[in-house]
Nanobody, 127 residues
Framework: QVQLVESGGGLVQPGGSLRLSCTAS????????MGWFRQAAGKKREGVSC????????NIADSVKGRFTISRDNAKNTVYLDMNSLQPEDTAVYYC????????????????????WGQGTQVTVSS
């Protein structure tokens, strides 16, 4: 059974940091493009950052460029999202997603591209 489980969300003050983790079970991430998405209340789900299966090439949203970093550890079957300088507008449910595609090019960070999704983890940025 394919499953993605996110963890690491929580409440953080503006300017703070969090590390989200996404661990896969039922399959190995090695041949999968991976992505982090987020959905704020009343808004559409949007791509945050996505990474290829070969060489770890990434796409990242302009709104988080320079603050967020996606990385993958295939040995641990886990993908991470390091979030720094968090702002209230980063408040959302963050989702991990996967698609079985083994290529070097950075994958599109669009919801239609991904086959498997986690249940999400809440990130709240507030003082």
């Amino acid at each position: 059974q394919v499953q993605l489980v996110e963890s690491g969300g929580g409440l953080v003050q503006p300017g703070g940091s969090l590390r989200l983790s996404c661990t896969a079970s039922g399959f190995t991430l090695e041949h999968y493009a991976m992505g982090w998405f987020r959905q704020a209340a009343g808004k559409k789900r949007e791509g945050v950052s996505c990474v290829s299966s070969i060489d770890g090439n990434t796409n990242i949203a302009d709104s988080v460029k320079g603050r967020f970093t996606i990385s993958r550890d295939n040995a641990k079957n886990t993908v991470y999202l390091d979030m720094n300088s968090l702002q209230p507008e980063d408040t959302a449910v963050y989702y991990c997603a996967a698609r079985q595609v083994h290529v070097r090019v950075a994958p599109p960070c669009e919801t239609f591209y991904y086959e498997h999704w986690g249940q999400g983890t809440q990130v709240t940025v507030s003082s």
